[in-house]
Structures are given as structure tokens and as C-alpha cells.
């Protein structure tokens, strides 16, 4: 199997999950056997759903992105002043208003009754310095929307005036999405205890092991949250996680495996929930190392066989994707579509016009999640065919992402989806910016710099597709990454569990905003 413990770890973390389950407060990262597994009296508890997670959280930090599992958890602690709903458009969240006086400025109301997890009311100074932490913060993913900024004004305690250097047509689904969430101001010094205005307050953790989670009282939104208890607890292995499920140990389980989604979906008493969106992709480490050089970087794309990629590691449940994600529409355009197709012959002539014919290089991956480990067993094989020789990197996920963050590899396996559902996403993959293991480390590229800065503005569409076809052709030629196929994210639902929602498209990383709605019958 997937899991990299030795077995009296994995042993004495089993021991300690079914001790939690018991109500002994502790539980692990593992379980040995399907028959440690408690049939399900413990996860049907009352007002109580327990979640089995994929991954422990590298971190809680709310304007870094470290996983989808985090994401997950960090949405309980976390509101920003607007989000999506379930069809994608803008609505007001910790704002409960907002106009526009001119193309350039936006004028936010705050919700008279929001207040902080510690019953401090939301204000517009904690608006104004949340903002401006995202502007200085290194790790904040979305500090490159937030250089648009040129003024956070404070009108009232409740009013907050933002203008911006120049109009900017994607700048509300920026504030819409996870990553520019508002925290209490006097508690800015402390990235990992940073205090959030989310329906459930943080009431124990183990760390690598597990949390728990207590609806609060004093929620801005009357009626809600619905549960009294959100328990997540970390299985990194996937068989695991899924005889979890099926025993009723616990409630919702993540990334179920793609070898294990027609059993889920066919099992009595379960559900699974499985929107397409996701994307494969590789990021490179630009500033040292083999892949400074653009036609390496090209080598590579052409000699993966993506649709090998999604029959072995994917079961089929995928589709190749050769050129850049960009969103359906008009923006799509039919010749750019393959940009990197499967072509080993040009690999190889790329890797010796480039002097790189013999190639060795280090390939991050993760052993947490199967398919990034079958992805990067399947590229290993490939590159072999066309000369380069390839070692695995495969660390628990955490260990991965922080590697990633201060650029510790010579290439990676990545997952990705958009935050946006607008153009301005590629943004965040090939723009200059704050460093983040989702990106290429070192990357800096002023004619993509250019290239996006001009879309972002533009207000016509026609001109932003010419815009954004333009781009298209630039990242084909310089490769900063390159991308292998898009992918599903499966949930699996037990019966009792209601209203959860696995969310399209843009908002797929904040479905566990969903557990404000959700309850258990």
C-alpha cells in the first residue's frame, strides 16, 4: 500500500485512533487492520460528523495555501468579506453590502453583528490590516492580486473604501475566494493562531493526528452552523481511509482513490461526490538546477504520455490535458489546445540542443496521496525513454509542501484548480509573485508579466482573448510549467450526513464552507 510507516507505528497511531473513537481523546494516523475498526457506533454521534482527512495540515495559517485537506479545515475558522454560491457568483459574506462609486473603488458595509471566534466584533481596521498583512505576507497566495491596491481606507467602524491603481474586472472574485480571509488585528503576530470569524472555534488538536471543532453561539448567520461538533481525523493512507468510511467510523472521507470510486458510489448507505476541474501539473525549480533552461523544460512536457497518466494512475477518470486550463468559453482556443503534445523524438532533440543529454534529476512527489506517487513512478519511466535519469522524492505531505514553499526540488508533482473561474487564474501559475509550492520556484518573467497584467485590466473581452491567446503561445515557448491532465475529486457521503456539497470549478476548495449548512439526521 501507499502508507511509508513502519509497522509499530503504525501500530501504536492505530491504537491511539481507536482509543479517540472510544472517547479516550487520542486517535492515529493509521489503522492496521480493517477489523480495528469500531462498525460505526462512534461516528454517529448526535450533532456530530467526523470527517476522515487525507492529510494532517501543514499549517492553519489563513492566507498561505498548503492542500486541499487544509483548506478544508481552515474554512471553518476562516470568512472573507464576500464568497461564491453554489453557481459561482459573488455574494456578500462577512460584507453585507458593497458598491462600486467608480470603476476603480469599492465601498464595503460590514455586517453589524459579525464578530471574531473570541466575540470581538469585525471592523474595518481589522478589514484594513488583513488586507495589508496579504500585501506583505511572503507566503499570502494571493499577495500578487493585492499590489492592485493603492489605497485601504477606513470610513467608519463598519465601512471600509478600497481603491485600486486601475480597474481590475477579476478583483472580487479575489476577495470571494478562500485566501484573503479577515482576522482579528490585534492578534496579527501569531501566523499559526491567527483568529478567524468561521462558524466553529478550534477546541483541541493533536498534531499529524487530529482536530475537533465546537459550533459557535454568536454566528453572524442566525440558524447556522447546524452541527454542535466537526471532527477531523488524519488517515494518509487510502485503503484506510475508505474502510474507515465503510465501517462507519467516520462520516465524509476526501480524496477517495479513483480504484475505489465505483464501490462508493454503488454501496448502500453511502454517496460520492465527484466534480471534474482539478489538473495535474509540474512545476520546476527555475532558479538552479537542470531546468533553468527552457528546452528542458519543454523536454519533459513532450515526452509524457499523458493518457498512459490517466489510465494507470487515474483509472481512466480523467482527461489529457496538454496546454493550459484555461476556463470554457471564449476563451478557449481551439488550435492552442495541444501545446505540449506526447512527441519523444522532440524531447530528445531538445535535451541535446540544450547539452542535456544526460540528465539526472530529483522529481518531489508525495507518498501521502497514491496517485501523486503513481504519476511520479509513471514520469520516471518516461523521462527514462528519452535520457534522463530520474530519482523519486516521496515525503509525507507536509514535509512536501514545505519543500516546495523554499524550493527544495529540482521538479514537482502538483495538484491545482481554479480560484477564480476567470482568466486571471493563470495569474497565480505564471506571474511573479510570492513564493508558494504551487508555483515554479524562482519564477520571474516579465513578458508573462506583462502579458497577464494586460488581461487583468482590460475590460473588453474580445481583447482579452487575444490577450490570453497570446499568453498561451508565450508560457508554450518558455514553459514555466507544464500540465498532465485534468482530474476528479471524489468525497464519500454516508446517508446520515446532510446538505454536504461538493462544490464545481472555482469553489471546489471551499466546500468545507459547506459545513455551516450541513447537519446529521
Not at 492578534?187 to 499529524?208: I, T
Request: aromatic share 10%; hydrophobic share 40%.
Amino acid at each position: 500500500m501507499k502508507n511509508t510507516m513502519n509497522i509499530d507505528n503504525l501500530w501504536a497511531l492505530s491504537t491511539r485512533r481507536r482509543e479517540f473513537l472510544l472517547g479516550g481523546g487520542a486517535l492515529g494516523a493509521g489503522l492496521l487492520a480493517p477489523g480495528l475498526f469500531t462498525g460505526g457506533a462512534h461516528a454517529a454521534q448526535a450533532g456530530t460528523v467526523t470527517y476522515g482527512l487525507s492529510a494532517y495540515p501543514p499549517n492553519l495559517r489563513p492566507f498561505e495555501w498548503s492542500g486541499a485537506a487544509a483548506a478544508t479545515v481552515k474554512a471553518l475558522m476562516f470568512r472573507g468579506l464576500l464568497t461564491f454560491d453554489e453557481k459561482g457568483e459573488v455574494i456578500p459574506e462577512l460584507a453585507e453590502s458593497w458598491s462600486q462609486p467608480d470603476a476603480k473603488t469599492y465601498l464595503f458595509k460590514l455586517r453589524p453583528n459579525a464578530t471574531f471566534q473570541n466575540g470581538e466584533p469585525v471592523t474595518a481596521d481589522d478589514v484594513k490590516a488583513s488586507f495589508e498583512a496579504i500585501r506583505l505576507e511572503k507566503w499570502a497566495y494571493v499577495r500578487q492580486a493585492f499590489r492592485d491596491v493603492e489605497t485601504i481606507e477606513v470610513v467608519d467602524p463598519k465601512t471600509v473604501r478600497i481603491a485600486l491603481n486601475q480597474p481590475t474586472p477579476s478583483f472580487l472574485f479575489v476577495l470571494a475566494g478562500q485566501n484573503a480571509p479577515i482576522v482579528w488585528s490585534k492578534q496579527m503576530n501569531r501566523l499559526d493562531a491567527m483568529v478567524g470569524a468561521g462558524p466553529y472555534r478550534l477546541e483541541s488538536s493533536e498534531k499529524g493526528v487530529s482536530l475537533t471543532f465546537k459550533a459557535r453561539t454568536d454566528f453572524y448567520k442566525p440558524g447556522l452552523p447546524k452541527l454542535e461538533t466537526v471532527r477531523f481525523i488524519a488517515y494518509p493512507d487510502d485503503a484506510l481511509r475508505v474502510a474507515a468510511l465503510n465501517a462507519g467510523d467516520v462520516d465524509i472521507i476526501d480524496y477517495v482513490p479513483f480504484q475505489s470510486m465505483k464501490s462508493i458510489a454503488e454501496a448502500p448507505g453511502l454517496s460520492l461526490q465527484s466534480p471534474l476541474g482539478l489538473y495535474m501539473y509540474i512545476v520546476f525549480n527555475l532558479k538552479q538546477g537542470p531546468f533553468t533552461d527552457p528546452k528542458v523544460r519543454r523536454a519533459v512536457a513532450h515526452a509524457l504520455k499523458r493518457d498512459d497518466v490517466v489510465k494507470a494512475a487515474f483509472f481512466g477518470q480523467g482527461r489529457v490535458l496538454d496546454g493550459v486550463p484555461i476556463p470554457e468559453g471564449p476563451y478557449q482556443v481551439k488550435e492552442l489546445e495541444h501545446l505540449w503534445p506526447y512527441d519523444p523524438d522532440r524531447a530528445k532533440s531538445l535535451l541535446k540542443e540544450a547539452g542535456a543529454q544526460n540528465l539526472q534529476a530529483t522529481l518531489l512527489a508525495t507518498s501521502t496521496y497514491g496517485f501523486h506517487k503513481d504519476i511520479a513512478e509513471i514520469m520516471q519511466q518516461q523521462l527514462a525513454a528519452v535520457g534522463m535519469q530520474i530519482k523519486l522524492a516521496l515525503p509525507e505531505w507536509g514535509v512536501r509542501v514545505n519543500q516546495g514553499n523554499e524550493g527544495r526540488y529540482h521538479f514537482a508533482i502538483n495538484g491545482g484548480s481554479p480560484d477564480l473561474g476567470d482568466p486571471d487564474d493563470l495569474t497565480a501559475l505564471f506571474g511573479s509573485g510570492s513564493d508558494s509550492y504551487r508555483r515554479s520556484f524562482g519564477l520571474f518573467d516579465s513578458n508573462l508579466d506583462t502579458l497577464l497584467k494586460s488581461g487583468r485590466y482590460e475590460p473588453d473581452q474580445a481583447k482579452r482573448v487575444q490577450i490570453y491567446a497570446e499568453l498561451q503561445r508565450a508560457v508554450q515557448e518558455s514553459t514555466p510549467v507544464t500540465f498532465i491532465n485534468y482530474r476528479l475529486q471524489g468525497w464519500g457521503v454516508r446517508s446520515r450526513v446532510k446538505d454536504f456539497k461538493a462544490l464545481p470549478n472555482q469553489m471546489l476548495s471551499q466546500t468545507g464552507m459547506e459545513f455551516d449548512k450541513v447537519y446529521v439526521s
